[in-house]
Structures are given as C-alpha cells and as structure tokens.
C-alpha cells in the first residue's frame, strides 16, 4: 500500500520558534511537493523539488524553505514562525510525467501562538 | 497568479439529488484533475482529463474538460451520504509538473 506520511498531525509553536515538518513517501517519485491549506483559498503551492537536492518555489514561498537530502525525504522548515503561518500543511509526491497523480499525505494542522 | 474558481463553495443536498460542481479558469490547462478530500485526510484523485470535450465516468460521477481547456465540472448522480467530502479540481499548464488548486467545493449529502 503506498503512502506519504507526515512527522505529526498536530503542533503548536510559538512566535519565532523554527519550526520543521517532514514528509516520506514510500513510492519512489521523483518530485515532492509542500502545500498549505487555508478555508476558501484551496491549497497554494509552497516549494516543490524534482530531484533530490533540488528544488523550486511555489506561489508562496515567503517564510519558508525546504531541504531534500534524500529521495524519499522532502522537509518544510518555518525558520522563524508567524501566527499568519498557522495553517494545515499537505505534502504529496507524484512520479515523472505530465498529469500524473499525487499522492498526499494526512496533514500537519500548525498552529502558531 | 492562475487562478481556479470553483462553484459553489458550499453545498448541502438530500440523498437522491444529483449536483454539478464547476472550476473556471481564465488560462489554458493541459491537464486537469479532481480530488476527493475527507475530514483528516488528504486529498485523493478521482480523475485526471487532459483532452478538451473530454468526458470520463466514474461510476455515479461524470467529469468533463471544456472545449478550451480553461474549465471543467463535476456532476454527481443520485448523491449519497458517502459523497460528502471536499472537491478540489487542479489545474496544470504545459511544460511544468506544478498544479494550480480550486478553491473547492464542501459538499455534504444528508440521509
């Protein structure tokens, strides 16, 4: 059975703290990809990478930035969170290839205090 | 920005009813896609279509991709309380592996 999984499902951080949110896939894709969702506003694309050690911004990248060492491994990290960051993060993986499906994760529901 | 609107952005129906859900979009899209999201999860793909004037089935649900690639919609037949869930459609232009995501569409079908 394939899957994406999330470091966490719930967190809460304060004002300023770093915060990382890390995402395996199981499926061996080439490309990962990080999300937030907010009500009203779908998901907006934040960074996502197509190999390991690349990567490319999204739509909204500001406030964030990401890390791919390894292939299965793709991390969010929040260097100095914001309440406006409060947010559910999505990460998903697809393989090569235009129109190919992505598999998501279950989310991280962030909130910052 | 591309932007994908989707209507409307909320919808609460009887089991039985049939709904059709739209995403418009003023750009040109090579491909698009919907995806089922439950509570606590995350999204899953129902269908990609990637011709305009396509049309695909899925049992109960009929998805079609406009003429000019610019919009697509979603018609359930007889919604039943397992259809409830969040539509998402997702949009991907030439040349890119990025998808540009509706707005969505809440649905709930009561018993």
């Known amino acids: 059975d394939v899957k994406v999984t999330q470091s966490s499902r719930y967190l809460v951080k304060r004002t300023g703290e770093k915060v990382f949110l890390e995402c395996v896939q199981d499926?061996?894709?080439?490309?990962m990809f990080w999300y937030r969702q907010d009500p009203g506003l779908g998901l907006r694309l934040i960074y996502f990478?197509?190999?390991?050690?690349?990567?490319e911004k999204g739509d909204i990248p500001e406030g964030y930035s990401v890390s791919r060492e390894k292939k299965e491994r793709f991390s969010l990290i929040l260097e100095s969170a914001s309440t406006n960051q409060t947010s559910m993060y999505l990460c998903?993986?697809?393989?090569?290839?235009?129109?190919?499906?992505?598999?998501f994760g279950p989310g991280t529901r962030l909130t910052v205090l | 920005t591309q932007l994908l609107e989707q209507s409307p952005q909320f919808l609460s129906i009887q089991e039985g009813e049939n709904l059709t859900v739209y995403c418009n979009s003023s750009?040109?899209?090579?491909?698009l896609q919907w995806y089922r999201q439950e509570p606590g999860e995350g999204p899953v793909l129902l269908v990609t279509?990637?011709?305009?004037?396509e049309v695909k089935k899925l049992k109960r649900l009929t998805f079609q991709f406009g003429d000019a690639r610019k919009d697509s919609s979603l018609h359930i037949t007889a919604a039943q309380p397992g259809d409830t869930g969040l539509y998402l459609c997702?949009?991907?232009?030439?040349?890119?592996?990025?998808?540009?995501f509706g707005t969505g569409t809440r649905l709930k079908v009561l018993a």
């Open positions: 998903a993986s697809a393989s090569w290839g235009p129109a190919n499906e992505q598999f």
């Open positions: 499926m061996d894709h080439e490309n």
């Open positions: 990478s197509y190999d390991v050690k690349m990567k």
């Open positions: 750009s040109v899209f090579s491909s």
């Open positions: 279509v990637v011709t305009g004037g």
């Open positions: 997702a949009g991907s232009t030439s040349g890119t592996y990025k998808y540009i």
